[in-house]
């Protein structure tokens, strides 16, 4: 622990309310950053199952970015589904109906990989199974990335108000943990406006 290396630990730290309230809102973040990167990596797994010709490692922008997202929304990741909306310019025509901002290329190598996963000719109860998951985490992935962002929000909150309590806390800096000693335990994992 950095902390301990510049002789800093205490065995027993009372917090004023407001730090020990954004110290508690770093734990729930934290659990759930984790709970989001587990539905991230199930969802992963679900999806190469439906799409192994699609290199997920590669391509995690054609499915975790926007246009992936819509498609999961609308065709549950569902192959048959995608293919049985008509050509490629209907496809595109319904993720693109939202005004979602997603490249022709990305939505392209959706489409050619529910052409390569349509043709193994799973059982439409297999397919049906499949998107229903796909559809579960979908939704618990949107719940854990809102949730996320409620608890930026009141981490910034209560950081602006430790703020304009406390010049010496320091500013937001993109990129990199500022430690400063006085207040290690206050800025570690913090880069909030100031």
Known sequence: MAVAKIGKLLAHRLLDEQ???LREHHVVYMAAEQERARCKTEMHHALKAIFPDLNLSREKKA???PGGIRMME???GNPDWIISSGDFESFVAKIRADKTRV???TLRK???AAQASHTQQVSPIVRAAQANRIAHLASDL???TRRLETIEDKMEL???CLKSQDARLPDRQLGCIVLCVDFVDVTKGLALDG
């Open 158 to 160: 209560a950081y602006r």
């Open 110 to 112: 959706i489409w050619e």
């Open 103 to 105: 490249q022709t290329a």
């Open 74 to 76: 609308l065709f549950h």
């Open 142 to 144: 949107s719940t854990w």
């Open 63 to 65: 499915l975790f970015g």
């Open 19 to 21: 730090y020990a309230e």
